[in-house]
């Protein structure tokens, strides 16, 4: 199977920004995001059970589920949101899984926003941390959300603190900078990723 880094780091850090130098450096990358998007679309089981245990109700009138209305349900519910998570869990980690296998590329990238949450470290050969200090992760949240900074704080103490991830990473980006200095930090951790994967590292610019 190939040789797989899994992408984490708290809400707001630059995940998206690091994935993106990434697939730019051809890099095949894994949004599990967009993963338990697919394994809910009409027609799989993963909806099929959602639909079974909470009815009808939790769709749209086109048949797609409607996660506004399933999260308001689940939210103060813990019992409902063990269920939700026992159906939309397993189908990510299979699509994952099934998406690893189909690589031909020396590494490939999953990025798992709740990965440390989730505790799926065990899926990846190394853990890459996009870090931002918290002040910094709140400003840039309230920024991008447009929201007040109560609710930041509320999302940002939803996931594992900075030290949690910390203490699992393999490698770390600091991205308390600018844009223009992940780039060459994302660079310099793909040649290392290339080697550690067995493929051949990319020559340096001229």
């Not at 589920?65 to 103060?76: I, M």
Request: with cysteine.
């Amino acid at each position: 199977m190939t040789w797989t880094v899994g992408l984490t780091g708290g809400i707001a850090s630059g995940k998206t920004a690091v994935a993106d130098l990434l697939i730019a450096s051809g890099v095949p990358v894994l949004d599990a995001d967009q993963a338990a998007r697919d394994v809910v679309e009409p027609g799989t089981p993963a909806l099929d059970a959602i639909i079974k245990h909470f009815g009808q109700d939790i769709l749209t009138a086109e048949g797609a589920l409607d996660r506004a209305a399933l999260r308001t349900r689940v939210f103060h519910q813990p019992a409902d949101r063990k269920v939700l998570e026992s159906i939309v869990h397993p189908a990510v980690r299979t699509a994952m899984n099934d998406w690893r296998a189909r690589q031909s590329a020396a590494y490939c990238v999953l990025a798992i926003p709740l990965l440390v949450e989730s505790g799926l470290q065990a899926m990846v050969d190394r853990v890459l941390l996009v870090d931002t200090p918290p002040a910094l992760q709140r400003q840039r949240l309230m920024q991008r959300d447009d929201i007040d900074g109560p609710l930041a704080d509320r999302m940002i103490q939803a996931q594992a603190n900075r030290d949690t991830r910390l203490a699992v990473a393999d490698d770390v980006i600091d991205n308390s900078g600018p844009y223009e200095a992940l780039a060459p930090q994302v660079h310099a951790l793909h040649q290392r990723y290339l080697e550690l994967a067995g493929g051949k590292p990319m020559t340096a610019p001229q």
